[in-house]
């Protein structure tokens, strides 16, 4: 069965620091992966995805993640932390066949101080 | 384009009576999934309909349930409520398939069972 590990319920940096939230996935294939961005009393929003090819992907707001097989990892950063940056996000995989449906990580709360 | 809009978005409720939450996708998208999300479970899946047919199922009671109209909205019904069923309930409108398939997530529905 497939799972995703977020390692850090809470994520704390400065403003103008690095960002660096962590993803592990269990998967006996590399399935698709994402990254999720929730801010409050909002719905989820699609920040990047890795489907095949380069395993470096860069999605919105200046986040990028990395894709590594031999770590089974897909971690988010972005250089310069943003006040705006501080919201919910969520890793999330989901099989490389006929199945559509997420599965997220319990999610990493980033908070930006000034 | 609009996107995924969903009502309401607030409800409370009483123990034991129904309640039937709406959602209405992109237009052109075809597949709607439903997700619950938690503080305690995070978000899980709870089903997808493509084309009018429930094509993905979670692991939710038979409480649960939903439905997909022609125009591709969709609804979902929770029978007999308990006080565990207080979530944020969310939907996400789907295009593609294979690595092109995304989900796209509206605002949410938040129930909350008294």
């Known amino acids: 069965a497939q799972s995703v590990t977020q390692l850090g319920s809470h994520v704390s940096v400065s403003e103008g620091a690095l960002v660096l939230l962590r993803c592990n996935y269990s998967?006996?294939?590399?399935?698709?992966l994402f990254w999720y961005v929730q801010y409050p009393n909002q719905g989820l929003q699609l920040l990047l995805k890795?489907?095949?090819?380069?395993?470096l992907v860069k999605g919105i707001n200046g986040f990028e993640a990395e894709f590594k097989k031999s770590e089974t990892s897909f971690h988010l950063t972005k250089p310069s932390a943003h006040m705006s940056d501080a919201a919910e996000y969520f890793c999330?995989?989901?099989?490389?066949?006929?199945?559509?449906?997420?599965?997220f990580g319990s999610g990493t709360r980033l908070l930006v101080r000034p | 384009k609009a996107g995924v809009t969903q009502t309401p978005r607030y409800l409370i409720k009483t123990r034991g009576q129904q309640v039937t939450l709406s959602c209405s996708p992109i237009?052109?998208?075809?597949?709607v999934s439903w997700y619950q999300q938690t503080p305690g479970q995070g978000l899980q899946f709870l089903f997808e309909y493509f084309s009018e047919t429930q094509r993905n199922k979670g692991n939710f009671p038979g409480r649960f349930s939903g439905r997909q109209f022609s125009n591709s909205r969709s609804e979902m019904n929770v029978s007999t409520l308990e006080l565990g069923d207080s979530a944020l309930y969310l939907c996400?409108?789907?295009?593609?398939?294979?690595?092109?398939?995304?989900?796209?997530f509206g605002p949410g529905t938040r129930l909350t069972v008294t």
């Open positions: 890795y489907t095949t090819g380069a395993t």
């Open positions: 237009s052109g998208h075809r597949s």
């Open positions: 999330a995989v989901r099989r490389m066949d006929s199945s559509y449906k997420l599965i």
């Open positions: 998967s006996s294939v590399p399935p698709y």
């Open positions: 996400a409108s789907s295009i593609g398939t294979g690595s092109a398939y995304e989900q796209y």
